[in-house]
């Protein structure tokens, strides 16, 4: 078995509040796998610090095999890409799809941008009549495909996703999540995502990692959790309280 | 027997909206945001649903009064216990806003007031309304915390806002908008900035009042299941219109492809379904 990504006892410490409390984890390559949480559990913490934007007190990462260190460098930017919850915020407001796709090809120095261009947006499904247009000019779920054609354009074999579709309507959360499944299928990709919908990350997740307060409560398969064998309390309130609102007469 | 008082006084209709239009001037021409939208509330939880630009929340805002001032609305009637709300000064709908009529917004973070302690915002609403003193406004703002499910009232009426969770924020928000009283609640989004299991309490908060008060709710979400597990009826917006009224145990039957649509997209727990089905937006259904 390979690991696509391993970490063990990884610790996040803002001044003196620690947001990750030791936590260790297993991705294997090819896999899915899911995380799970409240707000203020560390899930997108953890991916932030896997991605290079949260400082690790300790605790080691390691991508393919590879130990991290403190600064990522090029190589690892190939492999691991991100997509962030927020597709209003994330794109730059004043540069067309078309620059926004350029910019990662221009740091890596790829020659073929032209062609891996019109590819990324072939994949995610937008014509080419959208290259030339501004985030502002496409809608939520247009705008979350160019971010996730901006991850796909070095061919990363991870994808870190941080609640890709809880800015957008349900409608069109179907559509994205569609697509990533088809982009992971195609690509073999290995997923590590974020969200706080357990009915999304057993949809997308063949395992997945319950966390309150930057800790683990419990790792699981999807099955398991579909099954009601989750073990910790926590993680049964959880599933309670996804299954909507009842009436307590 | 309460449960017959209930039924009958659920009978009276609280709020009448007939044809109600929103239209936004824009520099492309109009826009109409609302396009005839009509119903009627009696003291029940209505539920309005929608995805992002369907009018749903222009819908709440115009029965409320917070229409932006650039735009027009019109109805052929929307009267709230026989006022026209049209035809009412603005002084009029002032004093009806927040005393007959209130209003939960999405985020209690960005729609209490920074700068002032939550019982201070509790009681100025109060003392808006009412002709209480000082004394017995904070009496009764702390009986309204202590209603919401706050554990430690006092401590809780001395902070502001950045100081609690979105939780215990929009427990605040629900207790300032019952404080005076209303009879007709309009939700938008209460529960949408908030987690999971927490989203719960607040709706168990909100449905114990509202049943106990026999107050009118109208409940604006995008999620349609949750409003389907609280309401007792639907209306279900697309395009600035209405496309769909049922009742929420009748979900399951509902007609229009667009409601089955909504209901059939959302990935389930324990219903494997590779891809997931995609709504087919059909142009008729904005006709």
Redesign the interface.
């Known amino acids: 078995m390979n690991a696509a990504l391993s970490i063990d006892g990884l610790e996040v410490v803002f001044d003196r509040f620690r947001a990750l409390k030791g936590v260790s984890l297993e991705v294997k390559s090819g896999e899915s796998f899911g995380l799970v949480g409240e707000s203020g559990s560390g899930k997108s913490t953890l991916l932030r610090a896997i991605a290079g934007l949260a400082p690790a007190a300790s605790g080691t990462i390691a991508v393919n095999g590879k130990s991290l260190g403190a600064r990522r460098d090029k190589a690892f930017y190939r492999e691991v890409q991100m997509v962030f919850q927020d597709p209003y915020g994330s794109l730059h407001p004043r540069q067309t799809v078309d620059r926004l796709l350029q910019e990662p090809l221009a740091i890596h120095g790829f020659a073929d941008g032209e062609k891996r261009i019109q590819r990324a947006l072939d994949e995610v499904g937008l014509g080419t009549g959208f290259r030339f247009r501004y985030s502002h000019q496409l809608s939520g779920g247009q705008r979350q495909r160019v971010a996730i054609a901006r991850a796909l354009i070095l061919e990363p074999s991870i994808l870190l996703l941080d609640e890709p579709t809880s800015a957008l309507d349900a409608s069109v959360q179907a559509e994205v999540l569609n697509l990533l499944e088809e982009i992971r299928r195609r690509r073999k990709l290995t997923f590590l995502m974020v969200s706080h919908d357990l009915a999304i990350i057993t949809h997308m997740c063949e395992r997945l990692m319950v966390m309150q307060n930057g800790e683990a409560v419990e790792n699981l398969t999807a099955a398991q959790l579909v099954g009601h064998r989750a073990t910790k309390d926590y993680t049964r309130n959880l599933l309670r309280a996804s299954d909507g609102f009842v009436r307590t007469a | 027997m309460s449960g017959d008082r209930n039924k009958q006084r659920s009978m009276s209709t609280l709020l009448d909206v007939d044809d109600l239009r929103v239209t936004f001037p824009t520099r492309t021409g109009l826009i109409e945001a609302v396009r005839g939208v009509s119903f009627s509330l009696g003291r029940e939880r209505l539920g309005i649903v929608g ?2 630009g369907s009018g749903k929340s222009q819908t709440g805002r115009a029965i409320m009064g917070l229409t932006p001032p650039q735009a027009e609305v019109t109805a052929g009637k929307l009267a709230f216990d026989g006022i026209d709300l049209l035809a009412a000064s603005p002084r009029d709908r002032r004093s009806l806003r927040g005393k007959r009529i209130a209003m939960i917004l999405q985020d209690p973070k960005y729609s209490l007031d920074p700068v002032m302690s939550i019982g201070r915002q509790i009681v100025e609403t109060l003392r808006t309304h009412e002709k209480v003193g000082k004394a017995e406004a904070r009496d009764r703002a702390l009986a309204m915390l202590e209603a919401v499910q706050i554990r430690d009232p006092t401590r809780v009426f001395g902070l502001h806002p950045h100081e609690v969770s ?1 939780g215990m924020g929009q427990r605040a928000m629900i207790a300032m908008m019952l404080i005076a009283g209303p009879e007709m609640m309009i939700a938008d989004e209460p529960t949408s900035a908030l ?6 309490d607040v ?2 908060i909100l ?1 114990k009042l509202v049943s106990e008060r026999g107050m009118g709710l109208i409940f604006i979400s ?5 409003v389907s ?2 309401c007792d009826r639907v209306i279900v917006m697309y395009a600035g219109k209405v496309v769909e009224q049922i009742k929420a145990s009748e979900l399951r039957d509902a007609q229009h492809p667009y409601t089955r ?2 209901l059939n ?6 219903f ?1 379904r ?6 087919d ?1 059909k142009p008729e259904w904005a006709a």
Do not use: K, W
């Not at chain 2, 995008?222 to 949750?226: A, E, K, N, Q």
């Open positions: 995805e992002s979105g987690d999971v299991t927490v989203q719960l709706l168990n449905d995008h999620d349609l299941r949750l597990s609280f649509g909504l997209c959302m990935p389930r727990i324990g494997e590779h891809p997931l089905p995609v709504l937006r």
